[in-house]
Nanobody, 123 residues
Framework: QVQLVESGGGLVQAGGSLKLSCAASGRTFSSTALGWFRQAPGKEREFVAAISRSSLTYYADSVKGRFSISRDNAKNTVYLQMNNLKPEDTAVYYC?????????????????WGQGTQVTVSS
C-alpha cells in the first residue's frame, strides 16, 4: 500500500520558517516528479511547488523566493522549506507524487496524495 505522510507543520509567527517533510512508503518515487499543494479554508487546493525526477524545480509566483522544494531519493522523501512566512500562507499542505518524471502544477496528474499537515502563520 502506497502512503505519503507529511510532517513538520505547526504554528509560526509571520516572518518565521518551517520545513515540511513528506515520507513515501510502499514504492519508490525516485523516477517521478513530486509536488506540494495547499488548501486554505473556503478556497480551492492550489499548487505550491514541484520537483522533477532530475531535481528541476517549479514554484507558484506567490511563494517564489521564499519556499524551496528538495528531494532525497535515498530516503524516498520530499521537503518544503518555507521562509519568511506570511499569514496568507496559512493552509493545509499536501504532498503528492506524479505519474511522470517532469513537474507540473496540474493536480490532476498526481497519482498519490498525503493526508495533509496544517500550517498556521500568525500576524
Amino acid at each position: 500500500q502506497v502512503q505519503l505522510v507529511e510532517s513538520g507543520g505547526g504554528l509560526v509567527q509571520a516572518g518565521g520558517s518551517l520545513k515540511l517533510s513528506c515520507a513515501a512508503s510502499g514504492r519508490t518515487f525516485s523516477s517521478t516528479a513530486l509536488g506540494w499543494f495547499r488548501q486554505a479554508p473556503g478556497k480551492e487546493r492550489e499548487f505550491v511547488a514541484a520537483i522533477s525526477r532530475s531535481s528541476l524545480t517549479y514554484y507558484a509566483d506567490s511563494v517564489k523566493g521564499r519556499f524551496s522544494i528538495s528531494r532525497d531519493n535515498a530516503k524516498n522523501t520530499v521537503y518544503l522549506q518555507m521562509n519568511n512566512l506570511k499569514p496568507e500562507d496559512t493552509a493545509v499542505y499536501y504532498c503528492a507524487a506524479d505519474r511522470l518524471p517532469y513537474y507540473t502544477a496540474n493536480p490532476g496528474r498526481y497519482e498519490y496524495w498525503g493526508q495533509g499537515t496544517q500550517v498556521t502563520v500568525s500576524s
